[in-house]
């Protein structure tokens, strides 16, 4: 919300620097977003007379100009505008002045041998406007010298404010004034709005037969109007604040709609078909606004229709075919208060904003319809003429003027400042209010605060106005002692594997939760597409972390980054719910090419399986006993992936290479290694602080190597299980070290070398032992189909 | 040979023994030395090789700023909360005194679900602030309460300034007589461990926010030098935080009497504060894991924050 200061001084009686209103208006909760001075910006610019206009020798479109600039002898200037003369007052700009509208420092120049010292400036040259015709004809004789901005009143500094959306009352000036004279910046203008009688009844019926939509609709008709131009001082003040003047009569309505916060419309009498009605509309119809666009309406949207059409989708804007023009002479003027909720949806429904729905819906003023309408006609008799009609009200205004009971001590318990119950009432006077004092204070808000619906509203508007600043920092109580630890098991879990996984070398990315809906079939579907995505791309809930983070890998392996390792820590969305999931991208080379290693080297299965495991032993899983089941989700490569779990129904994880179809329509090349770590299916620890007794065994370990051979079907994590089996109390590691197939060895087969640790307590083994463990070592492996390789 | 002269040549030889085992053994040992001095000379390599460089990963800074702010809200006896992205009406809208009429609603350019999916009236949606965590807190847990809950929020918007989805930080303190001013306590306290000042200037505003009443944004002083943000001191202000004593109709939606329960919210982006504290300058940067920007602004596993340790890596 735009204004000026000079339109706030037309409500406000006030001293008050534009700085102290500047502060004021933050302090009372209308954020100053800028204060701009257009002045500052022709600062340079005065006021000159040309003295005398001679041609110039060398060019038939020049003149040579002496011009009086209210600074010592006059100067001389070689100016090609058809219009300057002597005598002319125009806008003089000195050499060294940087002129806006051609972005040039002027300097003395010679122009076709001429000295010229400064330049005579036309309304495009000063970014005015876009008039280039000729040099400003300043009308009058004003004071050579003086500022130009000072003659054209544009020395008047523009505010804007950020009204918040329950403070409709500050969608006109002079609510912005009642809250700055509240705050003691000033005093308030009366405002009175003077009836007009008129002359004749109201030619046409003005009717409502919405009235839920439409609960009252006050008009009447001026005849004999004279739509010209607005004046100077109307133009300015729409124009400082971004509007552009268009005629007196839209002028009027526009000046109205922000000087008290209150929207009407103007209709061209001869272009409606008998009188005006408030209704829905029905199905099928439309109307042209005055936007240009048409809109398609429905019966849920209240409008303003004659006999034969739409004229006015309510409160929102006016329709194309019944506007005001130049030519007209005869109008009606609409002032009518409209359902702000109907009006929001209807807003939202034709994607249309205007001036007016901004007002209308946050509420108007529903006592102040007949101001309204009178202040209206005032001005378009001011300014146009012509002779009203009787005034017609149909329908009643709501009556909004919320009762609240309030103690003032409430005051001090919600926010800490203690205000005197005497200067309570005074601040809740200057905002209107009516304070009925006692035990308990009855107090009405004024109509035009609808937003008031409880105690803690009336804590509000007092303390902002005695100031937020006496709010007393006040310490929350503490609890005796350390701080407790606050952190939920799982918090602790997802931010130790977190740092986990950067220790390891992996960068973490956050993408986006949302995914492009091919990615998502591609990963198991999305249970959540959304209605209305910023893109088709950013469209479906992930599945997966997997399509983020692999599209990051494509986009650094597009800059060129050699190695790719990056994860994510977030949530998957599924029909089952949201689930916090670890998600592992590698991509491009292992290891570069090295002097020691030789060739590069890429990323395979049995990466991300190590990093998979060692992730979920930092997370605290009982990774010892968590078993590998080759095979995962669609999107892995389905011989090089695998889940890992505490059971095939308690998966923690799954891994492997990224299915080949799917590096090829990622632009990827080679093999992608990818994971997620499902860590919300880790058991909790059953965690002791006290641990179980434990020493180091005295006697040294005993390792014994065993070779088998396997049909290569056997799984290598099924042989070393049946090998643990055997003993199950003095093996204490088994460990695969060598895995060969070819010659020697039977096609189809292959040899598994395994070094065994065996672990004696109270005393060595013997060999006999030995040779016992190692029979049952081979007799286990047999019950899996390994033999011992002779 | 007599006793005496068996002790004399005994002495002798024995002399001479000793000094023949000395000779060999400084001779062994010389010959020793002699050969790996030999072997050293062609086992020589050029130590400026370079090696496998160390391979350490980084933490994204939101999570590093989120660790932050837990570590930072745990000393003043506040818990972490969450709740689900995947939001309804109620929660994130009508439960926090934002009907369905209110323009605020709109106002927040809200991700929609399609309303086959609404359960028992209420429509889905991506949540537009973590304030719904403040009633699924309030309507699960009995008072006195102290969370945060930090987490992704979503808002239908996108330019150099905003992203369709970004972090909030939530934080809510219900309890008998819990007033504005201590509000306004927790926030300084809060910002000057969060920017790690000892002076910090907060500037409290009049606002509005249906859930809130009364309702204040927050500024917190500030100066620029040479394009440097410098907490403290009141030459600029920078807008951080939203905030306002809970509505009572929020306490009552919950199930809660505001009669005898009150207390403050308050909100702040995380992203933003991640800007301000560590220097980016660019929000979409945060999401496009540019492994040499999360390389340059991420931080080490081991910048752990900690009371101790200090809350800025």
């Not at chain 1, 800028?34 to 610019?45: I, K, Q, T, Y």
């Not at chain 1, 829905?280 to 229709?305: C, F």
């Not at chain 2, 989120?66 to 818990?79: H, N, P, R, S, V």
């Not at chain 2, 109709?249 to 005898?260: H, K, M, N, Q």
Request: aromatic share 8%; net charge negative; with cysteine.
């Amino acid at each position: 919300m735009k204004f000026t200061l000079s339109w706030l001084k037309d409500h406000l009686d006030t001293a008050a620097s534009l700085d102290e209103i500047v502060l004021g208006l933050t302090r009372v909760g209308l954020e100053v977003e800028g204060v701009d001075n257009p002045a500052d910006r022709l600062a340079p610019f005065r006021v000159a007379k040309i003295l005398e206009a001679a041609p110039h020798p060398q060019a038939d479109k020049l003149q040579i100009l002496k011009v009086d600039t209210g600074a010592g002898e006059p100067v001389q200037v070689v100016c090609g505008a058809p219009n300057a003369r002597a005598g002319l007052y125009g806008v003089f700009a000195a050499p060294g002045t940087h002129v806006p509208g051609i972005d040039v420092t002027l300097k003395v120049a010679a122009i076709r041998g001429v000295e010229s010292r400064g330049m005579m400036c036309s309304e495009r040259e000063l970014e005015l406007s876009d008039a280039h015709t000729g040099i400003i004809d300043l009308p009058g004789q004003p004071a050579v010298g003086t500022p130009f901005a000072e003659v054209l009143g544009l020395d008047d500094p523009v505010i804007d404010v950020a009204v918040t959306p329950n403070r409709q009352d500050c969608m006109g000036v002079r609510g912005i004034a009642r809250d700055l004279a509240a705050l003691g910046l000033g005093t308030l203008k009366p405002g009175t709005v003077e009836a007009i009688e008129g002359g004749f009844d109201c030619p046409v019926e003005i009717l409502t037969d919405d009235t839920e939509g439409c609960p009252a609709f006050f008009g009447r008709v001026v005849r004999g109007v004279k739509n010209g131009v607005s004046p100077a001082w109307l133009q300015q003040r729409l124009t400082a604040i971004g509007l552009r003047p268009i005629s007196a009569l839209v002028d009027i309505t526009n000046f109205i709609n922000f000087d008290r916060g209150r929207p009407l419309h103007v209709y061209d009498l001869a272009k409606l078909e008998g009188g005006l009605v408030a209704r829905r509309a029905r199905e099928g119809e439309s109307v042209a606004a005055l936007n240009g666009k048409t809109y398609a309406l429905t019966p849920e949207m209240t409008v303003i229709a004659d006999a034969r059409e739409v004229h006015d989708i309510a409160g929102i804007m006016g329709g194309e075919h019944s506007g005001v023009e130049t030519e007209t002479t005869d109008i009606l003027i609409e002032c009518a208060y409209f359902d702000p909720q109907r009006i929001g949806r209807t807003g939202r429904a034709l994607g249309l904003t205007s001036d007016a729905r901004t007002r209308f819906e946050r509420g108007v003023d529903p006592a102040f319809l007949e101001g309204g309408l009178q202040l209206a006609t005032r001005m378009v008799l001011d300014l146009c003429g012509g002779a009203p009609s009787r005034e017609v009200r149909a329908g009643q205004p709501p009556e909004v003027a919320p009762k609240v009971d309030y103690t003032p001590s409430l005051t001090q318990r919600l926010t800490g400042v203690t205000v005197d119950p005497g200067k309570q009432a005074e601040i809740l006077a200057a905002l209107g209010f009516a304070v009925e004092t006692g035990d308990t204070w009855r107090i009405t808000a004024p109509s035009w605060r609808r937003d008031i619906d409880g105690a803690a509203d009336i804590v509000e508007e007092v303390v902002r106005i005695s100031g937020f600043d006496a709010i007393p920092s006040t310490p929350l109580p503490r609890a005796e002692g350390v701080a407790k630890p606050t952190a939920t098991p799982a918090q602790l879990t997802e931010r130790t594997l977190r740092r986990a996984a950067a220790a390891r070398g992996l960068d973490e990315a956050v993408t986006w939760s949302f995914i492009a809906p091919k990615d998502a079939d591609s990963f198991g579907g999305g249970a959540f597409t959304l209605e209305n995505p910023i893109s088709a791309d950013l469209a479906v809930m992930r599945p997966s972390l997997l399509p983020g983070l692999v599209a990051a890998a494509r986009r650094n392996s597009d800059r060129g980054a050699a190695t790719i390792r990056l994860f994510e820590l977030g949530r998957r969305y599924l029909e089952t719910g949201e689930r916090l999931t670890l998600g592992v991208v590698f991509a491009g080379a292992r290891q570069e090419k090295d002097w020691r290693d030789g060739a590069a080297k890429g990323f395979d299965v049995f990466d991300v399986k190590a990093e998979v495991l060692a992730l979920l032993a930092a997370a605290g899983a009982p990774v010892d006993r968590a078993q590998t089941f080759a095979g995962a989700s669609p999107w892995y490569h389905p011989g090089r992936s695998a889940r890992l779990g505490l059971g095939p129904k308690a998966i923690l994880a799954e891994f492997g290479e990224l299915h080949p179809r799917l590096v090829r329509d990622f632009d990827l090349s080679g093999r992608v290694a990818v994971a997620e770590i499902f860590f919300d299916a880790i058991p909790a620890p059953r965690g002791k602080r006290t641990r179980p007794f434990y020493a180091p065994p005295a006697l040294q370990a005993v390792t014994r190597d065993f070779a088998f051979v396997a049909d290569k079907a056997l799984a290598a994590d099924t042989l070393l299980r049946a090998v643990q089996k055997a003993e199950p109390k003095r093996i204490a590691a088994v460990r695969l070290f060598d895995l060969f197939e070819g010659a020697g060895i039977e096609p189809g087969m292959r040899s598994l070398a395994i070094r065994v640790t065996l672990q004696p307590d109270e005393r060595s083994f013997t060999e006999e032992e030995i040779s016992v463990i190692a029979g049952k070592i081979v007799a286990s492996a047999r019950t899996v189909g390994a033999e011992l390789r002779e | 040979m007599p006793p005496e002269d068996r002790k004399h040549w005994g002495t002798v030889f024995n002399g001479i023994k000793q000094t023949f085992l000395r000779g060999y053994e400084e001779w062994r040992a010389f010959s020793e030395e002699f050969e790996i001095n030999a072997q050293l000379m062609d086992d020589t390599v050029d130590v400026t090789l370079p090696v496998d460089p160390a391979r350490l990963g980084t933490v994204h800074p939101v999570s590093q700023v989120m660790d932050e702010l837990a570590e930072i809200f745990a000393d003043l006896g506040f818990a972490v909360a969450t709740g689900p992205e995947i939001e309804d009406d109620w929660h994130n809208f009508t439960a926090l005194n934002i009907p369905e009429s209110h323009p605020a609603r709109a106002m927040h350019d809200t991700f929609y679900f399609p309303e086959a999916l609404a359960k028992e009236g209420r429509r889905f949606l991506l949540r537009t602030h973590t304030s719904p965590v403040q009633i699924r807190t309030m309507m699960s847990e009995q008072p006195p309460i102290r969370i945060i809950a930090p987490g992704r929020v979503y808002r239908s918007d996108s330019d150099a300034t905003h992203t369709p989805m970004f972090h909030q930080l939530e934080g809510l303190v219900i309890d008998r007589n819990i007033h504005m001013g201590h509000l306004k306590w927790t926030l300084e306290t809060f910002i000057k461990a969060f920017f790690e000042v000892d002076d910090v200037t907060l500037r409290f505003r009049p606002s509005y926010f249906p859930f809130t009443e009364p309702s204040a944004e927050v500024d917190v002083g500030c100066s620029w030098e040479g394009g440097t943000l410098k907490i403290g001191g009141e030459a600029s202000w920078l807008e951080i935080l939203g905030s306002g004593m809970v509505h009572p109709r929020v306490i009552a939606a919950c199930g809660l009497d505001p009669a005898e329960w009150q207390g403050f919210a308050f909100g702040a982006g995380i992203d933003r504060l991640a800007m301000l504290k560590y220097g980016m300058t660019d929000l979409r940067a945060f999401f496009d894991g540019d492994v040499r920007w999360l390389k340059h602004y991420g931080f080490s596993p081991f910048a752990v924050p900690t009371l101790s340790g200090g809350v800025g890596a």
